[in-house]
């Protein structure tokens, strides 16, 4: 997977290999960068411009990336590896952390649903093989709008193994097509802490103080 990387940073141009700051101190690249990944169909943050403002007022550089079927993939993929940190819902916009430079943090924000099981196979477990960092954010009941669509009492919002149980179609249609989120953003803002200090710049801005 290393060798992979290495060889899709030489075929898209891409020049970090590793998530680290700038040597000039007057370069915005001394600051970390947090890339969001924009969903707008399904699984799409209902509150991104608050979440970028928070990520804001933490010393990040933000920006949103919406990837879809039109997107030039060698341009997405510079603005990927300019990222230190990408945040997105759990969906194929994640297949980008491939262009991520060694050493950035990937947070997985995770649907409604119990599905831990699928955020763990499709990306958690090969960002270790990407050597990237990893972090996932599970949402909670009053972050996605599952809770304003079905009655509190319903199987959707208490019951979600009995869902799985009636075949991947209906986990995919209740948990992956008709969800929404909205992340808390006091949580949100403690998993972007964790983020930065997992990353050279926090580290160095540490040892500043």
Do not use: C
Not at 143 to 166: A, C, F, G, N, W
Request: charge should be positive.
């Amino acid at each position: 997977m290393v060798d992979f990387r290495a060889m899709l940073r030489g075929a898209f141009g891409l020049s970090r290999a590793a998530a680290e700051p700038s040597g000039d101190r007057w370069d915005i690249r001394r600051r970390p960068r947090l890339l969001i990944i924009s969903r707008k169909n399904s699984r799409a943050f209902l509150n991104e411009r608050a979440m970028a403002d928070m990520a804001m007022s933490l010393g990040y550089d933000v920006r949103v990336g919406e990837p879809d079927t039109n997107t030039e993939v060698s341009r997405f993929a510079r603005l990927v590896n300019s990222a230190d940190v990408m945040v997105g819902v759990h969906g194929a916009g994640l297949t980008n952390m491939l262009f991520l430079p060694a050493g950035a943090v990937l947070i997985q924000v995770i649907p409604y649903g119990g599905l831990e099981w699928l955020a763990r196979g499709t990306f958690e477990e090969p960002s270790k093989d990407m050597q990237l960092h990893y972090i996932g954010y599970k949402i909670q009941l009053d972050e996605t709008t599952l809770s304003e669509q079905y009655p509190k009492d319903h199987p959707v919002l208490t019951d979600p193994l009995s869902i799985h149980k009636q075949g991947w179609e209906a986990l995919k249609t209740v948990y992956l097509e008709k969800q929404n989120v909205r992340p808390h953003l006091g949580r949100l803002k403690l998993t972007f802490l964790e983020a930065l200090k997992l990353l050279p710049h926090g580290r160095q801005a540490k040892a500043n103080n």
